[in-house]
């Protein structure tokens, strides 16, 4: 182990009775990283993050902070850790500046230090206002900058953060993000979120969970890499066609592209009534805008808009994980999700809505289908990696599946 | 012990950040003068210028009242709303947190007991000057209390770990230490096989204390009050630590 590996996670597997929350996760973190956890709404985020600090213990595996042994050097493990939990609670009756103070006598830290680091962290925290309150007082987006600001208290290299952006409104989000950001600079951040916008934002690195296992690790290059595809923006105009052509119908259009060769799915996505808007998905080593567009002209159709975009993580992430959440979630997750990508009150929200939607419609199987397996393939091969250097604990059962497919 | 002294002002202090500890403390010293002054005509009628009436009710009202209000929030409701994880993965030890919180809770039941000594200040110092009380038993009974006060809030510490509902920690709590006080009184022993008694005497709060009372300090009643506490303390720490295995 080198000494700028920060966070080390050895096969950490964590069972709570005979459900498996966590399953040989694996993973490093290096000085000065940026990393976003990512992952479903119980895939593990916070059970790891809850073993790295000494809250829980994990049932096999181990795991160094610092290169402090997360078993058997607790204090020396949170010493160096700034933690913000899930949804973070403090004590209400206390006031900001006063439970400031706790934290820090319990960091063993003292009156003239707390007074010179207090300053810098009340402005990038945004605290200035609210000092005096109690916390009970304050609104959830202030007590979360008060979870920041204790996290920071003991100026700590290792930041772990569970979900810092939950509940925030958009405008809470963002300046949480450009805290983090700042204190980001120097500092090693391990951040959990099912928001996969705030990881591009905010991250350099992204590790994928699903269902207690890594199921993507790298750069968010890298990661977005992954899919192995890219998708196309295509609007055609509803109403009017090139002279002598007649105003296209939607199902037309729709089988059109779909059937041009390199794409692998069209999806009609939701516009106003003057364009037909579809999403199409394509591998990535081809290009096909010139051939979208000459089919538009063949067929008379007036192509309005059209965009080639690489994949984004929304759709890898969405890839590696759906169809293991599908399997035994149903709906609960992709509600979820579609709830939290509606606050970002983008457009991005409307589409994964369509998307989510489709995962639960039998109906167009094939073309989503055909995403997850290639998902799925990819996923064990990110994770048969780690499985096959650390098979020695093995459980029998699951590691021939992860080896086939490892291979596929 | 710097933690665990952090932990336990931090305690102390909360309490006084709610009316929980004025209310308790105010009906606690209000229902001691109503017992003193007319319960079984008061202390005016007794012959002898003792506390002794004082000092077999004031552990009634800290186990019945005092004791399981104190207790009750411990830890349960550190679980129950979350604060616990904050706590705990500061730089703390799990037996910190304990003994923090046990100390907390303990100075405020000894605030309480403290306050006690208002009635005899009155009586025997100023203005009743009641004549000459004899100090011996006093001291060795605030000593009782002390001790058996650790223990019930031991007690109630435990219960409140093993929960997180304070209501119920609460309940659990005024039961214990409601059946610790009247399995020493002669009705329940009288109905009791030799043996049986033995053991019941032997774990009565009330004959434990009993001692302290009359001004004869037993080193066995000592060490059961503090073995009980050293026990609750350690089930505390166990029920702390089994979060992490949960
Ligand atoms: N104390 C617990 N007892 C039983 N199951 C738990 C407990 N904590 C978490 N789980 C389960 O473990 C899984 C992972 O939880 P968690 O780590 O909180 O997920 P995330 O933070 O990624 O949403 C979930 O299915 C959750 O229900
Ligand atoms: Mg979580």
């Not at chain 1, 993973?27 to 709404?41: I, S």
């Not at chain 1, 830290?109 to 206002?129: A, H, P, S």
């Not at chain 1, 950001?181 to 996969?196: E, M």
């Not at chain 1, 690790?217 to 595809?229: K, L, N, T």
């Amino acid at each position: 182990m080198t000494s700028d590996v920060m966070i080390e996670a050895q096969g950490l597997t964590k069972r709570y009775g005979a459900f498996r929350a966590l399953d040989r996760v694996s993973f490093q973190v290096k000085k000065g990283e940026v990393v976003g956890f990512l992952g479903p709404n119980g895939a593990g985020k916070s059970t790891t993050m809850r073993i790295l600090t000494c809250y829980q213990s994990a049932t096999a595996g181990s795991a160094t902070v610092h290169g402090h042994d997360v078993f058997d050097e607790p204090l020396e493990v949170r010493s160096k850790i700034g933690y913000l939990p899930q949804r973070a609670q403090m004590y209400g009756e206390m006031g900001v500046l006063e439970y400031l103070r706790f934290v820090a006598d319990i960091r063993k830290i003292n009156v003239t230090l707390f007074n010179k680091r207090i300053r810098n962290i009340v402005e990038v925290c945004g605290l200035g206002t609210v000092l005096g309150k109690d916390l009970r007082q304050l609104s959830h987006g202030y007590r979360q900058r008060v979870g920041l600001a204790q996290a920071l208290i003991h100026d700590p290299p290792i930041l772990v953060l569970d979900e810092p952006t939950e509940g925030l409104d958009p405008n809470e989000k963002t300046e949480v993000l450009e805290y983090i950001k700042q204190i980001g600079r120097d500092r090693t951040v391990i951040l959990s979120t099912h928001n996969l916008a705030e990881v591009e934002e905010a991250c350099s690195r992204a590790i994928i969970v699903s269902k207690g296992r890594v199921v993507a690790d790298g750069s968010i290059d890298e990661v977005r890499a992954r899919g192995g595809r890219v998708r196309y923006h295509v609007s055609i105009d509803e109403k009017n066609a090139l002279a002598g052509k007649s105003a296209p119908a939607v199902g037309d259009v729709e089988r059109a592209l779909a059937t041009l060769d390199g794409i692998t799915s069209a999806k009609e996505t939701p516009t106003d009534d003057r364009a037909h808007a579809f999403s199409l998905l394509g591998t990535r080593s081809t290009d096909l805008r010139a051939d979208i567009y000459r089919l538009c002209v063949e067929r008379g159709w007036v192509l309005l808009e059209m965009r080639r975009d690489i994949q984004r993580l929304e759709d890898v992430f969405k890839a590696l994980t759906k169809s293991d959440e599908l399997a035994d979630r149903l709906r609960a997750p992709a509600a979820a999700s579609v709830a939290d990508e509606d606050e970002d009150a983008d457009d991005e929200g409307d589409d994964a809505n369509a998307d989510d939607d489709d995962a639960n419609d039998e109906g167009d199987a094939d073309d989503e289908g055909d995403a997850d397996d290639k998902g799925d393939g990819d996923a064990a091969g990110a994770n048969g990696k780690e499985a096959d250097e650390d098979d020695d604990d093995d459980e029998g059962a699951d590691a021939p599946a992860d080896k086939s497919k490892g291979k596929g | 012990m710097s933690t665990t002294w952090t932990i336990a002002k931090r305690e102390f202090r909360s309490y006084f950040d709610s009316p929980v500890a004025y209310v308790v403390i105010c009906l606690g010293l209000a229902a001691l003068g109503l017992l003193f002054f007319n319960y079984r005509g008061g202390f005016w009628d007794a012959n002898r210028a003792s506390l002794e009436q004082m000092f077999i009710q004031v552990p009634r009202g800290l186990s019945w009242l005092v004791v399981p209000v104190i207790t009750m929030r411990l830890i349960a409701e550190e679980k129950h709303s979350g604060t616990l994880e904050l706590l705990i993965t500061l730089p703390v030890r799990d037996s910190e947190v304990i003994f923090g919180k046990f100390l907390g809770a303990w100075g405020l039941v000894l605030v309480f007991i403290a306050a006690t000594g208002l009635y005899p200040i009155l009586m025997f110092g100023w203005p009743w000057d009641l004549g000459s009380l004899d100090t011996g038993p006093v001291l060795s009974g605030y000593l009782g209390l002390a001790l058996f006060s650790a223990a019930a809030v031991s007690i109630g510490l435990l219960i409140s770990s093993l929960t997180e509902s304070q209501v119920i920690a609460f309940f659990v709590t005024f039961l214990v230490l409601f059946m610790l006080h009247i399995v020493g009184s002669g009705m329940t022993l009288d109905m009791l096989p030799p043996r049986v008694e033995y053991v019941v005497t032997f774990i009565s709060f009330e004959t434990r204390i009993a001692g302290f009372l009359r001004g004869a300090i037993h080193a066995r009643d000592i060490l059961f009050f503090l073995t009980v506490t050293a026990g609750c303390l350690t089930g505390s720490f166990w029920a702390l630590e089994r979060r992490k295995w949960a």
